[in-house]
């Protein structure tokens, strides 16, 4: 491992006071490939197009004006009104290929949960969105968790609580599912979770 860069996560997490959940995804892609200063920063990646079209069936509401960059300014101030929290699963990394695929990131050093969940009091829901993001989640949770199915929860207790662990799709483009499938898997859980 010593032939490779690690890398330090280079985004705080993103944690509004009132978040009711948490959604974790691996880490960032190299910074050549971000179009903006946050989280899924990817203009290729399509969470914010999923987000789009859960919440205001329009797969370009998070997009500038002149829809070649999503609009920072107006996806945090929807994920903090609508209390939902975003960081990811590794806080230290390698890349074995230099890109920004999963299967080439090896996790040196992983989040400390219980450590995020205590600045986020209210929340009571996790959400992975991908599988590595699962994987290592898993791994930092007791021992009896199993993996959640896509668009399925298993109950975790953490820090004295219970919490709901959800699995979504990937929103990488390389995951083999249609934007539309996608965002309709999400749109049922924050159905379900009671923030649609």
């Known amino acids: 491992m010593t032939d490779f860069h690690r890398e330090i996560h280079p985004l705080e997490p993103f944690l509004p006071e009132k978040s009711k959940v ?36 329009d797969k370009d509401h998070f997009l500038t004006i002149d829809g070649e960059a999503f609009d920072k300014e107006r996806i945090v101030s929807f994920l903090d009104k609508k209390g939902i929290a975003l960081y990811d699963v590794a806080c230290e990394i390698v890349r074995l290929k230099g890109n920004a695929s999963d299967n080439f990131l090896e996790i040196v050093r992983p989040i400390d949960l219980h450590a995020v ?15 590595k993001a699962t994987r290592t989640l898993c791994s930092l949770l007791p021992t009896q968790i199993k993996k959640p199915s896509i668009g399925s929860f ?11 662990f959800y699995r979504m799709p990937s929103s990488s483009r390389a995951y083999p599912k249609p934007l539309l499938e996608k965002a309709d898997i999400y749109k049922r859980f924050f159905l379900e979770i009671g923030l649609r």
């Open 154 to 164: 298993e109950k975790v207790k953490l820090n004295g609580k219970i919490f709901r």
């Open 117 to 131: 969940l205590e600045k986020i009091p209210l929340c009571r829901t996790l959400v992975t969105t991908g599988e």
């Open 22 to 57: 948490l959604m974790l995804g691996s880490f960032p892609p190299p910074k050549a490939k971000w179009g903006m200063d946050f989280y899924y920063p990817n203009f290729r990646n399509d969470m914010w197009r999923i987000f789009g079209l859960v919440f205001f069936d």
